[in-house]
């Protein structure tokens, strides 16, 4: 009788798990004035919860998990039914009884797509994943996010390791492929809580300005060019991740791994006049970048995916509403071309 186990497939999301408030407004006010709110829209927030709903999107074929703590509240019920319509296992969604369910009011200016947020951590800050059990787990990948936004995963333990450090080694031990995904908030130890989960990582996604963090410079497009991107990729490979760091900005991306010799993809060129939001569209570049790297693709192709998934992205005022099947991502993506960056 063959026993053996079928194939590794499937994505398990842990980490933050937020309903988002999405507020177009006219500007941002200074401090004391008055702007304009011109639509509101509950939406999916934080990186597994919009990583799973991404992958559900592009067309994913294979199992989505998410993992998290809610609170026992109307907003938890929201985010179990929006998964459950979505095809998103939530069984490893517990319920805390002490504290609600997170929540952020994100305000997007409509003439530019840039957004400002204002984060309420709640049940995502006791977030403890001890009692997840790799080893009776089929999936292929790992997601953990976002490091330095998960308080009880981002302290450290006598050792000076944090402890989802620790859930990462567990994670690889038991075969999956870990990644993770970072969020731009000064933390006082940023660059700890990174390096300490670096060496249990095969993936992490950054943009330019925590990868400006980490290395102590400014990485923005005024001031480096897209190949100096991958080089600073390179870089942060260096504090230990096992296959490549993925930094990506406005203009495009680049990829450093330790098998694969660093390369750059510029952005999809949206027009103007379709972009609504940039809000989630780091989000959405890891769920394309994760999609081709579950079928197996090779580097070049998966960024590809990534930044076609980003360019839907932004065509929506919400995380994931702009967002379809992988096929019209990149559809869209040849329609309109790539931005023209010096390299």
């Known amino acids: 009788m063959d026993i053996r186990k079928p194939k590794p497939s499937g994505v398990i999301a842990a980490g933050n798990f937020i309903v988002d408030s999405v507020n177009t407004v006219?500007?941002?006010?200074?401090?004391?004035?008055?702007t304009i709110v011109r639509d509101q829209t509950k939406s999916n927030g934080g990186g597994p919860y919009n990583l799973l709903r991404g992958l559900a999107a592009l067309g994913a074929k294979f199992p989505l998990q998410a993992v998290g703590l809610v609170g026992e509240d109307a907003l938890a019920d929201w985010i179990i039914r929006d998964c459950a319509a979505h095809g998103i296992a939530t069984d490893m969604l517990a319920k805390a009884k002490d504290v609600g369910t997170s929540w952020t009011e994100v305000m997007s200016v409509r003439s530019t797509g840039r957004r400002t947020?204002?984060?309420?951590?709640?049940?995502?800050?006791?977030?403890?994943?001890?009692?997840i059990d790799f080893s009776r787990s089929n999936a292929k990948i790992f997601y953990l996010g976002y490091l330095t936004m998960l308080d009880a995963l981002d302290a450290s333990d006598a050792d000076g390791r944090t402890m989802a450090s620790h859930v990462l080694e567990r994670a690889g031990k038991a075969g999956l492929i870990t990644v993770s995904d970072l969020v731009s908030r000064h933390h006082p130890d940023f660059r700890g809580i990174v390096a300490s989960a670096a060496p249990h990582l095969d993936y992490l996604f950054l943009n330019e300005l925590e990868a400006g963090w980490l290395l102590d410079r400014d990485l923005s497009a005024e001031v480096v060019k897209l190949d100096q991107l991958a080089e600073a990729a390179e870089e942060i490979?260096?504090?230990?991740?096992?296959?490549?760091?993925?930094?990506?900005?406005?203009?495009?991306?680049?990829y450093a791994?330790?098998?694969v010799t660093r390369?750059?993809?510029?952005?999809?060129?949206v027009p103007t006049q379709l972009i609504q939001s940039a809000v989630a569209a780091g989000d959405a570049f890891?769920?394309?970048?994760?999609?081709?790297?579950?079928?197996g693709r090779d580097a070049e192709t998966s960024l590809l995916y990534a930044v076609s998934a980003a360019a839907s992205c932004i065509t929506s005022d919400t995380a994931t509403d702009g967002i379809g099947p992988i096929k019209d991502c990149l559809a869209l993506a040849e329609t309109h071309g790539f931005v023209r960056v010096s390299k």
């Open 263 to 269: 390369f750059v993809q510029p952005a999809v060129d």
């Open 257 to 259: 791994g330790s098998e």
């Open 26 to 34: 006219d500007e941002y006010p200074l401090q004391d004035e008055l």
């Open 237 to 254: 490979l260096g504090f230990g991740i096992k296959k490549a760091v993925v930094l990506h900005r406005a203009q495009g991306a680049a």
């Open 117 to 131: 947020f204002f984060h309420h951590p709640g049940a995502n800050a006791k977030l403890d994943l001890n009692g």
């Open 286 to 295: 890891a769920a394309g970048f994760i999609l081709g790297l579950h079928e």
